[in-house]
């Protein structure tokens, strides 16, 4: 029973976690973004190279790694050696909870490189959900505080 309880556990640390991603996707936009004016920019685009977005480093995946290394850890023989089993547990499960939450939200990205139609050349990193093609006449949407997508 003590096993079952603690794969549900761990299941469901991994599970909030898959969720704590945000999306950096050229379609997905924050709350704060909605009703806000954007400057649009018209160009070409010149290269895209694919890249890896790493994922979030948030104290959540270390901490539910600690709690749930915590319980594994408090399962393991008994008195003193169960203290150090327990306190193991947590630092190891720690870790192991920071290294998934990153892999967990780790997206492959693409870096495209935008002629403008100022003259002006620009990089943009965002998640490879929409395929561009070089010498595709594009927008480039930013706002105010800087966020910036390339669209059709």
Do not use: W
């Amino acid at each position: 029973m003590k096993h079952l309880i603690t794969i549900v556990l761990a299941a469901a640390g991994l599970a909030f976690l898959s969720g704590c991603a945000s999306s950096l996707s050229s379609d997905a936009y924050s709350r704060d973004s909605a009703r806000q004016m954007q400057t649009v920019y018209y160009g070409t685009v010149q290269s895209i190279r694919t890249v890896q977005i790493e994922g979030t480093k948030t104290p959540v995946g270390a901490g539910a790694g600690a709690v749930t290394g915590g319980i594994l850890g408090s399962q393991v023989g008994g008195g003193t050696g169960r203290s150090l089993a327990t306190v193991g547990g947590v630092v190891l499960g720690g870790l192991a909870g920071a290294a998934a939450e990153e892999g967990v939200t780790r997206q492959p990205g693409y870096e495209i490189t935008v002629r403008l139609d100022n003259g002006r050349t620009v990089s943009i990193v965002q998640a490879a959900d929409v395929s561009f093609q070089p010498g595709e006449r594009v927008r480039v949407i930013e706002a105010r505080d800087g966020t910036t997508r390339v669209t059709r």
